[in-house]
T-cell receptor, first 114, second 111 residues
Framework: GAGVSQSPRYKVAKRGQDVALRCDPI?????LFWYQQALGQGPEFLTY????????KSGLPSDRFFAERPEGSVSTLKIQRTQQEDSAVYLC????????????FGSGTRLTVV | RKEVEQDPGPFNVPEGATVAFNCTYS??????FFWYRQDCRKEPKLLMS???SGNEDGRFTAQLNRASQYISLLIRDSKLSDSATYLC????????????FGKGTRLHILP
């Protein structure tokens, strides 16, 4: 596609529910990143893939967060047993090659845990 | 201490004025620097990279001071459409490829 596509656009989850957020990067983009943006804050790094390899997951806040990119294209961020503090916008970005340049962000998934 | 620090603002500036933001970074090994712009309820978008010698793109000028570890953004002849949040971003290349964002500075251009 022309851009990074994320779905769903909005998600309301009851506390304790599991959620799965999808990111469809630009075709051919090697690098894929997940960020979490709380209200009034800048995006915070969660995890990074180069093709199917998860090279950095240091930003995942707890073991309830899990991300995968099994075929090196679409990625899924899963949050188990959601808590209210998980409410945020989850942004996915991709870039053609490794490095800090050429990031394209998706529109994000706004997760609200009630 | 946060890796990238910015004054959150808001900066309320009349149209046509010049406005400047600074940002400081804590890791002296940081190698790449950027300003991103984020409109309300939208995703961040690259505004400009910041080079050691300073660089200009139309009404926007970015400067880097490695000795003092700060980055600046100057906007001249501000337009209503410049109203947004400006995010300072750094990358420590020898550690990994991720970019690290500041909290952002909110700018409101007043008619």
């Amino acid at each position: 596609g022309a851009g990074v596509s994320q779905s769903p656009r909005y998600k309301v989850a009851k506390r304790g529910q599991d959620v799965a957020l999808r990111c469809d990067p630009i075709s051919g983009h090697v690098s894929l990143f997940w960020y979490q943006q709380a209200l009034g804050q800048g995006p915070e790094f969660l995890t990074y893939f180069q093709n199917e390899a998860q090279l950095d997951k240091s930003g995942l806040p707890s073991d309830r967060f899990f991300a995968e990119r099994p075929e090196g294209s679409v990625s899924t961020l899963k949050i188990q047993r959601t808590q209210q503090e998980d409410s945020a916008v989850y942004l996915c970005a991709s870039s053609l090659s490794p490095g800090p340049y050429g990031y394209t962000f998706g529109s994000g998934t706004r997760l609200t845990v009630v | 201490r946060k890796e990238v620090e910015q004054d959150p603002g808001p900066f309320n500036v009349p149209e046509g004025a010049t406005v400047a933001f600074n940002c400081t970074y804590s890791n002296s090994a940081s190698q790449s620097f950027f300003w991103y712009r984020q409109d309300c309820r939208k995703e961040p978008k690259l505004l400009m990279s910041v080079y050691s010698s300073g660089n200009e793109d139309g009404r926007f000028t970015a400067q880097l001071n490695r000795a003092s570890q700060y980055i600046s953004l100057l906007i001249r002849d501000s337009k209503l459409s410049d109203s947004a949040t400006y995010l300072c971003v750094v990358n420590v290349r020898n550690r990994d490829d991720k970019i690290i964002f500041g909290k952002g500075t909110r700018l409101h251009i007043l008619p």
